[in-house]
């Protein structure tokens, strides 16, 4: 940990991480896992998912990737975000369903900001929805009801 930072052992880490962060909140982090075909990994912008329980007291989150390249509209794992100051995007990126991660904290590089529309929350949730369980007869609405 370099002298300029000043959180310097892993529980101040975690607890600085744990005031920061909450579902909706748009955050960039760096994976490192090696994945093969389409996986997103790398430094990328993710959207929180996990709980908010969950997301105050583990040291682990549940994130979607996101993308700015827009491809597959039709896919019901799919749902888009528009760029704006609250969320901290700088385009308009589409959240992918289908590439859910659970990572440590410490992989936050940084949190760019939060989803603040109600609409788009609702996308979000019904892409991560349809990433678990599209093709079932489970139905979004009858979870909400």
């Known amino acids: 940990m370099s002298k300029d930072n000043p959180l310097h052992t892993k529980e101040e880490r975690r607890v600085h991480m744990d005031l920061q962060l909450q579902r909706y909140d748009i955050i960039k982090a760096e994976i490192k896992y090696k994945g093969m075909g389409s996986v997103q990994t790398n430094e990328r912008p993710y959207v929180i998912i996990s709980n908010p329980i969950g997301t105050k007291h583990a040291t682990i989150i549940t994130v ?79 979870v909400n009801a």
């Open 64 to 142: 979607m990737a996101l993308t700015s390249k827009i491809k597959k509209l039709n896919m019901p794992v799919h749902s888009c975000i528009h760029a704006d100051n609250d969320n901290g995007l700088t385009e308009y990126s589409m959240a992918l369903g289908e590439q859910l991660f659970t990572i440590s904290k410490e992989e936050v590089k940084e949190k760019l900001g939060t989803v603040t529309s109600k609409e788009e929350k609702k996308l979000i949730d019904k892409a991560c929805f349809n990433g678990l369980f599209y093709g079932t007869e489970y139905r979004l609405e009858e």
